[in-house]
């Protein structure tokens, strides 16, 4: 059965950092793309972030492109979002989701961005 | 930016009764393989998403066979054939043909 756990969330004070985590098992981790996606507080979906399954490639979204940096240890099986100079519009529900076609959903961490 | 809509946002049903849900996408879903990459989630309350359809009409394994998905190019439709009490919730519509990924703003189906 597929597993994603994320953790590492919080409540950080505007432009500070987060590192969020993502323990991955019950699949071949290092053979799958991985998604962050979000959900602010009773708001819609919005995909974050695809890390391609060596790592050596990621795409953004515009919104966090420069601030938030994706990366994966394969040997480990788990993922890191290293969000910085976070806003309040960062305050979401933060997921990991696997494949590129979005497949398995964890159950998300919460951030919160607020002084 | 690919724009997904979707329509209704709310979508009252009677238990029974078939629904549908529709998504239309700014350009054409259609990658250069020739697939069509537009998935469907399910949001339960309180819950993670799920995925329910992926590349337009394809069930993931799990799930009732009263959810189809079809379209083509730019315009989508996920239907219920008959609405149960745990089909309550949040569905999306998502593009993963282009960069970056959209989601639709989400239809809410409830229970009349």
């Known amino acids: 059965e597929v597993q994603l756990l994320e953790s590492g969330g919080g409540l950080v004070q505007p432009g500070g950092s987060l590192r969020l985590s993502c323990a991955a098992s019950g699949f071949t981790f290092r053979t799958s793309a991985i998604n962050w996606v979000r959900q602010a507080p009773g708001k819609g979906l919005e995909w974050v972030s695809t890390?391609?399954?060596?790592?050596?490639?990621?795409s953004y979204a515009d919104s966090v492109k420069g601030r938030f940096t994706v990366s994966r240890d394969n040997s480990k099986n788990i993922l890191f979002l290293q969000m910085n100079s976070l806003r309040t519009v960062d305050t979401a529900l933060y997921f990991c989701t696997e494949h590129w076609q979005v497949a398995n959903w964890g159950r998300g961490t919460l951030v919160t961005v607020s002084s | 930016d690919v724009v997904m809509t979707q329509s209704p946002l709310s979508l009252p049903v009677t238990l029974g009764q078939p629904a549908s849900i529709s998504c239309r996408s700014s350009?054409?879903?259609?990658?250069?393989?020739?697939?069509?990459?537009l998935n469907w989630f399910q949001q339960r309350p309180g819950q993670s998403p799920r995925r329910l359809i992926y590349m337009v009409s394809n069930r993931d394994s799990g799930v009732p066979d009263r959810f189809s998905g079809s379209g083509s190019g730019t315009e989508f439709t996920l239907k219920i054939s008959r609405v149960e009490a745990e089909d309550v919730g949040v569905y999306y519509c998502m593009q993963v043909t282009h960069w970056p990924r959209t989601f639709g703003q989400g239809t809410k189906v409830e229970i009349k």
């Open positions: 890390i391609n399954e060596r790592g050596d490639w990621a």
């Open positions: 350009q054409s879903l259609v990658y250069s393989d020739g697939k069509t990459y």
